[in-house]
C-alpha cells in the first residue's frame, strides 16, 4: 500500500516528553517526543477509545488518559496484553525544516 508524507505539527509545539492528539485526513494521530525522537501512533487506545495523545509518559511508554493501559511509543505494543489485536499501529514520521511530517496509508480510491 503507498503512502505520502503529510505535515501535521511543527516542531517547537512539541517539546521533549509531551504527546498531542492530532486529527488529520480522518484520522487521529497521537504524536509524542520522546527524548527528542519524534513518534506517531495511531491516537485510539484500542481498550476504549480514550486518545493517546492526551495521555502522558512512563520511560518508552505511552500511558492512556482513560484507564492506564500503557503502549510502547517506538513499536506501538501494548504492554499489559501484548495480543496483536491490542497494539496500536505506528506511522513513519520525518522532519522537513522543523515541520513534523507523518507517513500516512494513502485510501484507496
Known amino acids: 500500500m503507498a503512502s505520502d508524507f503529510i505535515p501535521i505539527a511543527h516542531l517547537d509545539d512539541l517539546p521533549p516528553g509531551s504527546c498531542k492528539s492530532i486529527e488529520t ?3 487521529g494521530i497521537a504524536l509524542i517526543n520522546l527524548d527528542g525522537q519524534i513518534f506517531a501512533l495511531d491516537n485510539t487506545c484500542p481498550h476504549a477509545g480514550g486518545p493517546l495523545g492526551e495521555g502522558s509518559i512512563e520511560g518508552e511508554y505511552v500511558v492512556c488518559p482513560w484507564h492506564g493501559w500503557k503502549f510502547h511509543i517506538p513499536t506501538g505494543v501494548c504492554q499489559k496484553n501484548p495480543t496483536p489485536s491490542l497494539n496500536v499501529p505506528c506511522y513513519e ?3 522537513v525544516e ?3 511530517q507523518v507517513s500516512l496509508p494513502t485510501q484507496p480510491s
Do not use: A, C, H, T
Request: charged share 35%; hydrophobic share 45%; glycine share 0%.
Open 93 to 95: 514520521v520525518r522532519i
Open 98 to 100: 522543523k515541520s513534523i
Open 25 to 27: 485526513n480522518d484520522l
